[in-house]
């Protein structure tokens, strides 16, 4: 099992930054690709970013693509998400999640998932 924890949300002006931080615990993520999601209420789960174990392949949705960057740091058992330049659409419950079939796109693929972190933007 794997207990996955989100921190650094908050409040945030527009056009500011934020870190998220994922960390882990139960086991070590080195073998799991590692993903973050952000949800609204009333709206689907929606993919952010995904990294390979090895962190060398990177995905990003297209509407944080330049702005966004995920990273881990496998020895510390975390992962990121440095988020610049925030929009006013992106304020959601941002999640952590791992997976064990490799970097992927898809929520329905990821077996573990943290609580979330709360990010907010104002204008």
């Known amino acids: 099992q794997v207990q996955l924890v989100e921190s650094g949300g908050g409040l945030v002006q527009t056009g500011g930054s934020l870190r998220l931080s994922c960390t882990a615990s139960?086991?070590?993520?080195?073998?799991?690709?590692m993903g973050w999601f952000r949800q609204t209420p009333g709206k689907e789960r929606e993919f952010v970013a995904a990294?390979?174990?090895?962190?060398?392949?990177?995905y990003y949705a297209d509407s944080v693509k330049g702005r966004f960057a995920i990273s881990r740091d496998n020895p510390k058992n975390a992962v990121y998400l440095q988020m610049n330049s925030l929009k006013p659409e992106d304020p959601a419950v941002y999640h952590c999640?791992?997976?064990?079939?490799?970097?992927?796109?898809?929520?329905?693929?990821?077996?573990?998932w943290g609580q979330g972190a709360q990010v907010t933007v104002s204008s």
């Open positions: 999640a791992a997976t064990n079939v490799g970097v992927t796109r898809i929520s329905g693929e990821y077996q573990y």
């Open positions: 990294l390979s174990w090895s962190g060398y392949t990177k």
């Open positions: 139960g086991r070590t993520l080195g073998s799991l690709a």
